[in-house]
């Protein structure tokens, strides 16, 4: 997890797409402090960011498939 800290910050302004209602919208903070890091994002359609929680191995996964593109 400690790599995944030091590297979050490519995450920083990432667009992401809900698959399940196409809706997008970019990382614009996060929370790695906890045992269950989390995501914040900022939908096309909202005015306030989304706390999104997320296991470690989901948050690995998203930095890996991040770094992919």
């Known amino acids: 997890m400690h790599d ?9 302004g990432a667009t992401l797409r809900d698959p399940g209602t196409q809706r997008q919208g970019r990382v614009v903070g ?5 045992v269950q890091p989390a995501i914040y994002v900022l939908w096309q359609e909202s005015a306030a960011a989304e706390r999104i929680d997320m ?14 593109r």
């Open 30 to 34: 996060m929370d790695l402090g906890r």
């Open 4 to 12: 995944a800290i030091r590297e979050a910050h490519e995450l920083i």
């Open 55 to 68: 296991t470690p191995d989901d948050f690995r996964s998203l930095l890996e498939h991040s770094r992919a």
